[in-house]
């Protein structure tokens, strides 16, 4: 089997997946979620006027028919527009991807960065000082809220300590937002050459980052120790013992071992992790994918709570798809490798 | 002066328990024997009598609760207790080795065999890869690998059990040591593989003068192979001799009884099992540790039993040896 045939057929399998999810998340707003026109009219507007409406919303006919013409339409592309906004689904999902994608992008390589030393250090010796305090940190990241991290460092660190910028947006006010390449203000305004405004997007991107990155560390830090004490205590670090390896041989060996395993956790984890960061978001109104999808959830707007739980679902199956296409050529034990 | 030498080697586990009390585990109580060049020496026993307990000691990798608290091995009159991991480093893999009994999960999964077996020269000695190389491939042609060039190429994953053993037999033997610890090498291996593997091992020690132990259960290995062979029970050398010698003449009680566990003797004689579980390594019983187990038990055997000489250079650790 070459990588192009896994991946064919992987994404071959990936099409009654997101089907799949399309008919759910379409089938549970409709049937559990709130009356949609209800908040699309005034509190003033009669029976006939809500009938009316409804109608020419195309929601009085049946569910399925429903379903059909959002296939449709989505087969060709248009996710339909929001009612909150008028604007086409996907082009509120398109402009606003990047501000979330930096985001998670940069927390989970801070993330990463932070707990696989942490996690290696504390396999060296399990239940040892540093391996109770890293697990302490850990559990503190697993239970403490999200939001509420978020606010306690806006807390400390901006209205306390001014040291950060507030919570607005992604960028001062102040600073001209630079024309858009990657999507990343930061990147962007330095292919610019504009460093007052890499600067001022620099200092906006620190403390959300930093929160979201705590988060992101700490699940890494436990699987981290869990796979390095395995290998460590693998039959065939033990030979390399017996053999008389030098100890820097033997943690070259364990590394390596660990890297397939830890690489897939944090992809299967990034995987998750945007639809996690919308609360990030939303404590720093940064204008991200997140915070539209929630606020598109509160306010039961049907085409942009349907088009954002659908990016979720792409964009987790994609990094599944390249965890495990990573994994495939690495690794020597699966199929494809020679 | 023997190639090696252990002496009054005691083993414990320290640990504490959930009330924070210390628990020692004495797991070898004072093992005692000696290897020459040029002969195979089997060490058998019930499980947890401390067999592979000894071979860490020796190889000085032992886990993090044990320690040895007493007794001294002596490897070419080199004193092995009390070294640096870092000194130790440079006698294992290379002066003195070791085949563990789980081959194809002792190979490291991420590197071709060839690149294995280049890498267990080079951590000891300064050798050139292509040098390594060429040894590497003259190495699996000596144990018999069909086709070495192509081997050197592949994946553990992709070995058979008896192909993996063979590997680390090589891996093992080719820094040219002098003392090779097998811990049943054949555990795993179906039985035409381990007979093949063992006269492989047979004929590689004697003809490259070295000297091996080989611990194991079979003792149809240690009468085929061994020229001599240490009983070992409960973290002592019960019964130590001449192969021969030992199983003609076995005059520690632990040694008959085991002799005549063998399905084909129990047969003859109408022996039986060997009956009762291992003494507890936490309160250990005083005198001799046998004497609980024991159907020739005495008042006499409550103080702790003399090594006896009881034929050429066959010794047994009991009371009633003599008689």
């Given amino acids: ?338 | 002066m023997s190639l090696l030498e252990v002496e009054n080697l005691h083993t414990h586990f320290v640990k504490r328990d959930l009330r924070n009390q210390v628990r020692v585990a004495r797991a070898l109580n004072g093992v005692s024997f000696r290897v020459d060049r040029g002969e195979i020496v089997g060490l058998v026993g019930e499980s947890g009598a401390g067999k592979s307990l000894t071979a860490s000691s020796i190889m000085g990798l032992l886990g993090k609760s044990a320690r040895i608290v007493q007794g001294s091995i002596r490897f070419q009159d080199q004193e092995l207790v009390g070294m640096t991991a870092e000194q130790l480093d440079a006698v294992r893999g290379s002066e003195i080795t070791m085949i563990v009994q789980s081959p194809i999960t002792s190979l490291d999964p991420l590197s071709r065999v060839g690149d294995q077996l280049i890498r267990v020269q080079r951590e000891h000695h300064a050798v050139a890869r292509e040098e390594a190389r060429r040894r590497a491939i003259e190495m699996l042609m000596t144990v018999k690998i069909p086709d070495p060039e192509r081997r050197m190429r592949a994946w553990p994953h992709e070995l058979s059990g008896g192909m993996a053993q063979r590997i680390l037999i090589a891996m093992a033997l080719i820094n040219a040591p002098k003392l090779l610890i097998a811990d049943e090498p054949t555990t795993g291996l179906d039985v035409t593989v381990q007979a093949q593997v063992l006269d492989l091992l047979n004929d590689l020690v004697r003809s490259r003068d070295m000297a091996a132990i080989i611990i194991t259960h079979d003792l149809g290995i240690v009468a085929n192979y061994c020229t001599r062979v240490a009983v070992m029970f409960s973290g002592a050398i019960v019964e130590t001799g001449p192969t021969r010698e030992v199983f003609a003449r076995p005059r520690h009680p632990y040694t008959q009884a085991l002799l005549d566990s063998v399905p084909e003797r129990a047969k003859r004689r109408g022996g039986g099992q060997l009956s009762g579980a291992p003494p507890n390594l936490y309160a250990l019983p005083t005198g001799c540790l046998y004497n609980y187990r024991c159907s020739k038990a005495t008042e006499t055997c409550r103080g702790v039993p003399p090594l006896i000489d009881v034929g050429p250079d066959h010794r047994a650790l009991c009371h009633h040896a003599s008689a």
């Fill in chain 1, 1 to 338: 089997m070459t990588v192009l045939q896994f991946v064919a057929r992987r994404l071959a399998l990936t099409i009654p997946l997101l089907l799949g999810i399309i008919f759910i998340t379409f089938m549970l707003i409709r049937i559990g979620g709130q009356d949609a026109v209800g908040m699309l009219t005034s509190p003033l507007a009669s029976k006939q006027e809500v009938d009316a409406i409804r109608a020419s919303l195309g929601l009085d006919r049946p569910l399925l028919e429903q379903f059909a013409i959002y296939i449709g339409n989505v087969l060709q592309g248009d996710l339909g527009n929001s009612w909150q906004s008028k604007q086409p689904v996907l082009g509120e999902i398109l402009r606003r991807l990047p501000a979330s994608i930096e985001l998670l992008f940069l927390s989970i390589i801070l993330g990463a960065a932070i707990g696989i030393p942490i996690g290696l250090r504390a396999a060296m010796r399990p239940n040892g000082l540093f391996d109770q305090v890293s697990r302490f940190v850990s559990l503190i990241g697993f239970s403490v809220p999200t939001y509420w991290m978020a606010l306690m460092a806006l807390f400390v660190f901006y209205l306390g300590l001014r040291w950060t910028p507030p919570p607005m947006g992604r960028i001062s006010i102040a600073a001209f937002p630079p024309k858009p390449v990657t999507g990343s203000y930061f990147l962007d305004s330095l292919f610019a050459g504009d460093w007052s405004a890499a600067s001022s997007a620099g200092h906006y991107l620190i403390l959300p980052v930093a929160v979201f990155s705590l988060i992101v560390a700490a699940p890494i830090i436990k699987q981290t120790r869990a796979i390095a004490i395995e290998i460590l205590n693998s039959d065939y670090v033990r030979l390399a013992r017996l053999y008389g390896f030098r100890p820097q041989t033997i943690r070259r060996l364990t590394l390596r071992n660990a890297f397939t395993p830890i690489a897939t956790y944090i992809g299967s984890e990034l995987a998750t992790l945007l639809a996690a960061v919308s609360l990030v978001e939303l404590v720093f109104s940064w204008g991200g994918l997140g915070q539209w999808g929630l606020n598109a959830i509160l306010f039961g707007d049907f085409a942009a709570v349907q088009g954002y739980v659908l990016t979720l679902a792409i964009f987790a199956t994609t990094i599944y798809l390249l965890v495990d296409v990573a994994v495939l050529v690495l690794e020597p034990r699966s199929a494809i490798s020679k």
